[in-house]
């Protein structure tokens, strides 16, 4: 098992399933997400932003398992780990590129989100997600090629 399959099952195993979690406060109880600071704060964002986090808080419940799973399967060295790395990290690559380019597009036409300290934690989980992704389709191809 090599260095970079760890650190990408550990970071997976665990980050994944921490930002699950956050999901799934999310949408069980959208003010407690704001007020742990999951979601950013209601005096913060335009209403719409709010929205669509919720919304997209649902969706990344359907589909963002699939990471965690990935990163116990890389730590196991189970024969699985290649091919759901790389379901895993296209999952995270789509969802960090495709929130990171709504968040811009949104601000680009002034629709407030959140503080700038709640953005950097923003862009922060979205390069997370983009940089273990690739990672992880490397790895996975790597392995498998």
Known sequence: MGMVQIIIGVAWATGGALLYAGQLISIVNF???????LQEKPENADPLASRLELMT???DLAVLWIPPI?????????AWWPPVCLIAGGAYLDAGGREWAKILGLRAHGVPIGSARERAAIYAAYAFLIVTGLAGIVVGLAELL
């Open 31 to 37: 003010p407690l997400a704001q007020r742990l600071g």
């Open 70 to 78: 990935a990163g116990v399967l890389m730590l196991m060295d189970h």
């Open 57 to 59: 808080a649902r969706w």
